[in-house]
Structure formats: structure tokens, C-alpha cells
């Protein structure tokens, strides 16, 4: 009977506690992943609800911190969100609600808050909280201003107790509800014995009102002679904007990541066994499905198009702004956007296993990290508010002898006016700001930390293979005999070469594009070439020719270093065709960027020294070291950074680890490479080498932003808080104060929502 009455009550316990659901492997692997080390470890991503303040992020890092299994916690104050290092041996996430709960926050799945409502309810009621306090304020501001214009004795005491009372009214609903979010906060570190950002200012609010409510209750009170009420209202009003545009301004940046996440469809149309097609969510989709992919919808998976001519855009995952075609044979990759037509595309990677998948996560654990002087405001931020408490109690017990009333003010505005939320934001706001400007045009950064560096970045150090380069060949000259045209040369090596999978024939192939001629009887010959017979029309006589190396074709030239064919008929030679490794056609343009921001730039390559030198002064780089090891090229970062250098690495993330990792500043081309094995600070997911000079002058103008939100932020505590302590600001201006230094930051951390203009060549 109790297993009986037990499991009736399961249904109901789960409806009561959804997170219990969450303990079978099934769901939370769904937002969770498995590390590499330590062994038997998951990384998960929650988002919590109920964070109104940066600071809140300490107080939820120790209410996680304490769950069985959890071996890591951060939590990022600005995007609401958390990363938990844990083991499943030992824990569930249903303990991490419990917590949570217990400490008076929500949480989501981090997919779950992306796609869902939580975040947009959490903007509404914010919205209406500062709706209600922008009304009550202006109602509030007109029964005052009668107190501030009349003289001594024109208003009469019936009429003053009237103003005050509707003033009263007018402000219950701004501390019942649009205070709300301050006390709760505060309630909530006061009850862990914490002092966050929100105790003073709620403790002022509370002192304020109380204050108030006792001079119009009862006229003979020892604070009769002055009421706040117009304070309050205007200070929680310009409170609560810096907290809305603090808000949108996180939903900006991360809306980079929900832009992402929601690229994918629920649902798609999958071929059945009897060749038609049923639509079925993405989560039953399998590698080896084939998939119909109708004109404006995302690609849910990776895969390669077996029928279809269409046009996609992968600019969020690339940054490639064009639409680029895709036809049978080509592939397409999950999040990117089909155009024009509809596709058949075979799944070949699905679900945590598709490249876009690895992009949300970089950004996920990007968004955890705190830089260090986002660190070094959390740790100091405590001091200060105790420090602030104890300036707010002495000077109300200095200023007592004048009154009461008068006392209570000067605390109130030391109370108000000293709330460190310009210094907590200072940073957090704008490195987030940047993060999500790079992300949207393809820079992904893995870790916050490595902004900070990035912005003292003198010397740029590039791989060549892979990062400058293509992975194919280009012609680069042509050579004929005497009377023979190029372009008639090429056509004829064409012809050859299209019965070859020899890169240099693929190479032929490229140049030449169309061609006339057609080749039959093709043999190929094994590290020498191809022969066979050309001709241009189906009955017109035929050409012996051949297509290869210098002695397969009996050329009378050295075979050269670079990729070099030649063409020969029964006469003998006709014509070579020079290749050479292809530049990406931003080389040039980034390289210039870069040293016009007055940046040194090198090249280092274990090829030939002959193509390096070549491909150095084709980029306009002045510096090149040629057939480099790993092992050299470690020594000459090391040496680099031993002379003062602050040195960044750009390689394609394949290899070249150890000179990736001792760099300053290491940045992968990500184009193919497994981003979930990139050991990277920034992985540009595109091949636009445009990418770098943008990364590094963002870094800098964060830099820039950084100090001088500080820089307001420590300017406006040392002259506000001797005016407050001295008795020069009232209530009111101690709240307009605090309010706009907020909002200040705020806004001049949106500025890194735009990328930089960058330095054009003169």
C-alpha cells in the first residue's frame, strides 16, 4: 500500500518540484556535456531567475558551491547565468533548485531560459516596476514642488498634511512593488549575513519612508519637519532605468547566444522509408537522415546536399556577410539559414555533435568568465558597503545635536549616494558589451580574461600554412612557346587535367574554369603526369598531348620549388603553368590594419625559406623566419616575450600547440577546426583574416571603456561622499547622483555594442 501510495505521489511531486525531472540523465544531459578531465565530470548551464545586481553572483556561487558533487561554480552577475563543474555520482541538479531556493533565486536549464519565457517575463516586470515608479514619481514631484516654490506661512498646515498624504499613496506603490527587487536582495545577503550592493540602498529607502511615514502620521514627531517622499520616488525611478538599460544591454549580448540558439528549427521534414516526408522534432534526427530543408528555414544539423541549387547564410556562424550557393555535393552546417530553394541534405552530425553546438558552448563558458578587475570589484565590494554602513552611522550621530530629521537625511544620502553599482558595473558591462559585438561577426572568445591581454598587444605572430594561405593552389604565370596564346594553353591543360585528382590539376582546373577542348584515351602516370589525346570537336583531329613534370614533358627548365606543370605536345614543350600557394584575399588588408595600429607584425613558417620570403612580401610583412619547428618557433615567441613583448599567436588551431599556448594572446582560424578541442583565447569561426586588426582594436577600445567607467566610478565616490557626510546633499540629489553615475556606465559600455571603425591606409 505506501509503494502504491508512493508512486501516485511521484506525478505530484514532480508537478510540484520540475526539477526532479531533471535527475534523470536523459534531461540534464540535454544541457549539460562531459568533460575530458577529471574523469566522470559534467559541465551544465543554468540560468538563474531572480539575480537584480551583479552582486548577486556571490551569493549564488556559495548557495552552489554547497551542493553535493558540485566541484566548481561560476556564475556570471551581468548574463544571469551559471556553470557547474559536477559529478553525477554524487549530485543531481535538483539540489542546485533546493539551494537556489533557499536562497531566493529561480533557475532554468540555460536552453531552456534561450527558448522560453523566462527571460522575456523577467523584462516585463522590470518594465512595469519602472512604469509604476515613473507615474508615482511625476505624481509624487507635483504635490512636492508647492513645499519648494511657496514661501514661510503661505501654505497652511491642513493643506501641507494634505500634500504630504496623497504623497504617501503615491509612493506605497513604489515601495511595495518597484522596490522590490532591492529588498529582496538585501533580505536575502542580510539573512547569510552578507552586505551586498542593495543593503544600503534598501536601508535607506526603509529609513526614508519610515521617516516619512511617521511626519505624516503624526505632525508633532521629532521628524515632522521634513518628508522624503519625492526622494524616494525619483531615486527608485533612476534606480531602476540604470537596471533596465543594465538589462537590456546583458539581453543584447547574450542575445547574441539566443540569436544562435534559436537559429534551429523544432521541427523538419524528414524522408520516410517509402520516399516521402513527415515532419519530426530536430531531437529524433540521426546521422545518415535525409532531410528537406524548405526556402527560409535554419539547417538543423550538419550535412552535405544531395539535391538542390540554393543560396544560405552562415553570417552568425561565420561572419560571412554574403549568401554563398550551395549545390548537390556541398556542404551545410546547422544554424545557417537556406535561401532561395529547397535542399535535400543528408545529416551527417546532429545535435551536441554539430559545429554550431560547439559554438554555443564556447560562448556559454565565455560568458562565465569574470575578467580580473570585475574580480578585483567583487572582492573589495564588501569592504566597502561595511565601510559605507559605519560612515552612514557616524554621521547621523555627529549631525543628531542638529536635529533629528536633518540627521536622518545626511545618513540617507551617505547611504544612498555611496551604493558601489557604477564600480560592480564598470567592467562586467563592458567586456560583455564587446563579447557579443565580436560574436556577432564570427569572433568567439573563450574566455573574458583574455580581452585584458588582448588590449596590450604589441606584436602579431601568424602561422602561414592554413592561416594566410588557402588549402589550394593558384596560378601565378603563365610561359609559352612563341605564337601560342595563355589562354589557349590553359584551355588545352585543362582538358588533361580534368581526368586528374592531382592538386595541381585541380589547380588547372580552377584557372581555367570553362573549356572547349575535350580529352580521350587519358592515362595517368603515377608522380609524373597525364597523356592523352585533345581535340575541340567530337570528329576533329586529335593532339598527343601531356601534362606534368618538367622531364615527363621534356622541358627544358628545373622542376622549381612550388607547384609547377607543363604542357607538351609531339613537337615537345608548350607551354608552364607557375603555382603557388593562395593567398586568402583579406591577407594583404589585415596585415595593413595591423600595422597601422601600430603593431609588429611576423611571420613564421617551417616551409621553404623561398615561399616564405615570397609570401611575406606578397602580405607586405617585413619580418618572416622560414623551416621553423615547433620547437624554434616556441623559442622566438618565448625570446619575444623575454624582451617585454606582449605577444598574440594566429594559427589555424591544427597544430603549433605549444606556441599557441605560451602566447600572450592565441587566436585559431576556426574554419574546420573541432572548436571543443581549440585551446584558443578567440577562435575566429570564419576565414576573414579582417577578423584580427577588428579583434584587437575592439580589445583596445575595451580597455579604454573599462578605465574610464572606473575612472567616473572612483571620481563620483570621493566627491560625493564628504558632500553627503558634510550635510551638502540632500536625499534627493544623493539618489539622482547614484542613479546617473549607473546609468552613465551603462551607457558608455554600449558603446562596444558596435565594432570599431579601424584605420584606413593613407
Not at 36 to 61: D, F, K, N, Q, Y
Not at 116 to 137: E, K, N
Not at 425 to 432: C, E
Amino acid at each position: 500500500m505506501q509503494l502504491a501510495t508512493a508512486a501516485l505521489d511521484a506525478p505530484a511531486r514532480r508537478a510540484h518540484d520540475p526539477w526532479l525531472a531533471l535527475d534523470e540523465p536523459a534531461q540534464w544531459q540535454e544541457f549539460s556535456r562531459e568533460l575530458a578531465a577529471p574523469a566522470g565530470t559534467w559541465e551544465s548551464h543554468i540560468a538563474i531567475e531572480g539575480m537584480h545586481c551583479p552582486a548577486c553572483s556571490l551569493t549564488v556561487e556559495d548557495a552552489l558551491a554547497g551542493c553535493a558533487g558540485v566541484r566548481e561554480v561560476q556564475v556570471n552577475g551581468a548574463t544571469a547565468t551559471a556553470r557547474l563543474v559536477w559529478s553525477p555520482g554524487t549530485g543531481k541538479p535538483s539540489d542546485w533548485w533546493h539551494a537556489l531556493r533557499r536562497s531566493g533565486y529561480g533557475a532554468a536549464p540555460a536552453g531552456d531560459l534561450l527558448t522560453a519565457a523566462p527571460r522575456r517575463r523577467a523584462q516585463r516586470m522590470m518594465l512595469w516596476r519602472w512604469l509604476v515608479a515613473g507615474f508615482c514619481m511625476m505624481q509624487v514631484m507635483m504635490y512636492a514642488v508647492p513645499a519648494y516654490v511657496a514661501e514661510p506661512g503661505e501654505i497652511t498646515p491642513d493643506i501641507q498634511a494634505l500634500l504630504r498624504w496623497a504623497s504617501w499613496l503615491m509612493t506605497l506603490p513604489v515601495m511595495l512593488f518597484s522596490c522590490g527587487p532591492f529588498f529582496q536582495s538585501a533580505w536575502h545577503d542580510l539573512r547569510r549575513l552578507r552586505v551586498g550592493m542593495d543593503v544600503p540602498v534598501a536601508l535607506g529607502l526603509a529609513i526614508a519612508f519610515a521617516a516619512s511615514t511617521a511626519a505624516t502620521f503624526d505632525g508633532s514627531s521629532v521628524f515632522a519637519a521634513e518628508v522624503w517622499f519625492d526622494s524616494i520616488t525619483m531615486f527608485v525611478f533612476f534606480l531602476l532605468s540604470g537596471r533596465l538599460l543594465e538589462q537590456r544591454l546583458r539581453d543584447r549580448t547574450a542575445g547574441s547566444l539566443e540569436a544562435l540558439a534559436r537559429r534551429l528549427p523544432e521541427s523538419v521534414e524528414r524522408q520516410d522509408a517509402q520516399g516521402g516526408f513527415e515532419r519530426v522534432s530536430v531531437r529524433k534526427l540521426a546521422p545518415g537522415d535525409c532531410i528537406r530543408v524548405l526556402p527560409g528555414e535554419a539547417f538543423p544539423a550538419d550535412g552535405v546536399v544531395l539535391a538542390g541549387d540554393s543560396r544560405v547564410d552562415e553570417a552568425l556562424l561565420t561572419g560571412e556577410s554574403r549568401a554563398l550557393a550551395r549545390r548537390q555535393g556541398d556542404k551545410v552546417v546547422a544554424g545557417s539559414h537556406n535561401l532561395t530553394s529547397p535542399l535535400l541534405v543528408q545529416v551527417t552530425r546532429c545535435g551536441a555533435d554539430t559545429r554550431f553546438a560547439e559554438i554555443v558552448s564556447l560562448m556559454e563558458r565565455a560568458s562565465m568568465e569574470k575578467p580580473a578587475s570585475a574580480q578585483l570589484a567583487d572582492r573589495i565590494a564588501t569592504p566597502f558597503l561595511l565601510a559605507v554602513l559605519a560612515a552612514a552611522a557616524a554621521a547621523a550621530t555627529w549631525w543628531w545635536s542638529a536635529g533629528p530629521a536633518h540627521a536622518l537625511g545626511v545618513a540617507i544620502a551617505v547611504l544612498i549616494v555611496t551604493c558601489p553599482c557604477a564600480l560592480s558595473l564598470a567592467t562586467p558591462a563592458a567586456t560583455l558589451a564587446a563579447a557579443g559585438a565580436l560574436a556577432r561577426r564570427g569572433i568567439l572568445p573563450r574566455s573574458l580574461q583574455a580581452m585584458e591581454t588582448c588590449a596590450a598587444v604589441d606584436t602579431v605572430v601568424f602561422d602561414k600554412t592554413g592561416t594566410l594561405t588557402e588549402p589550394r593552389l593558384a596560378l601565378v604565370a603563365v610561359r609559352t612557346r612563341p605564337g601560342l596564346d595563355a589562354g589557349e594553353a590553359l584551355a588545352l591543360a585543362a582538358a588533361l587535367a580534368s581526368h586528374s585528382l592531382h592538386p595541381v590539376s585541380r589547380a588547372v582546373l580552377g584557372a581555367a574554369g570553362e573549356t572547349p577542348w575535350q580529352a580521350g584515351s587519358v592515362v595517368e602516370v603515377a608522380g609524373r603526369g597525364v597523356e592523352g589525346e585533345v581535340l575541340a570537336e567530337a570528329n576533329g583531329p586529335a593532339r598527343r598531348m601531356r601534362l606534368g613534370s618538367a622531364s615527363f614533358c621534356q622541358a627544358a627548365e628545373p622542376e622549381g620549388e612550388g607547384g609547377r606543370a607543363h604542357l607538351a605536345d609531339a613537337q615537345g614543350w608548350l607551354a608552364t603553368f607557375e603555382f603557388d600557394e593562395a593567398l586568402r584575399s583579406d591577407a594583404p588588408l589585415a596585415v595593413g590594419a595591423l600595422q597601422r595600429l601600430q603593431l609588429q607584425v611576423q611571420l613564421l613558417s617551417g616551409d621553404r625559406t623561398a615561399s616564405v620570403v615570397r609570401l611575406a612580401s606578397r602580405t607586405g610583412i617585413a619580418t618572416s623566419r622560414a623551416e621553423q619547428t615547433p620547437e624554434d618557433k616556441l623559442a622566438h615567441v618565448c625570446s619575444l616575450q623575454g624582451s617585454g613583448h606582449v605577444v598574440a599567436m594566429v594559427g589555424d588551431g591544427m597544430n603549433d600547440a605549444p606556441v599557441l599556448a605560451r602566447a600572450n594572446v592565441s587566436i585559431a582560424m576556426g574554419q574546420g577546426v573541432p572548436l571543443a578541442q581549440a585551446r584558443s583565447d578567440f577562435v575566429v569561426s570564419g576565414a576573414q583574416l579582417s577578423a584580427i586588426p577588428m579583434l584587437l582594436a575592439q580589445a583596445r577600445r575595451t580597455r579604454r571603456i573599462v578605465r574610464e567607467n572606473l575612472a567616473w566610478a572612483a571620481a563620483y565616490n570621493l566627491a560625493s561622499v564628504p558632500m553627503a557626510v558634510a550635510g551638502w546633499m540632500p536625499p534627493w540629489l544623493a539618489g539622482l547622483g547614484m542613479a546617473a553615475s549607473s546609468l552613465l556606465v551603462v551607457l558608455n559600455s554600449a558603446r562596444l555594442a558596435r565594432l570599431p571603425h579601424l584605420p584606413e591606409a593613407s
